[in-house]
């Protein structure tokens, strides 16, 4: 049986998401501490959400999706 994650490790914050080019919308769970370490405290995104990918970060940090950012600049 696997143990039981602390409350300071568990996914317990919810984001919601939205892209601004193509009305794309997702919720994604994440670390509370996580996200007040990135909101407005200095940690890099990618070194406090490591586990969402670089299209959900960019979306967290432009309101831009993969696909629209794709459209925009090219793979």
């Known amino acids: ?11 317990n914050f919810e984001v919601e998401l939205h892209c601004d080019g193509c009305d794309h919308e997702e919720t994604v769970l994440v670390r509370e501490r996580d996200y007040n370490a990135w909101a407005g405290n200095g940690v890099y995104i990618q070194d406090a959400f490591y586990y969402l990918s670089a299209g959900q970060r960019e979306l967290m940090i432009s309101n831009t999706c993969d696909d629209c950012w794709k459209k925009l600049y090219g793979e």
């Open 1 to 11: 049986m696997a143990d039981k994650l602390s409350p300071e490790q568990e996914f």
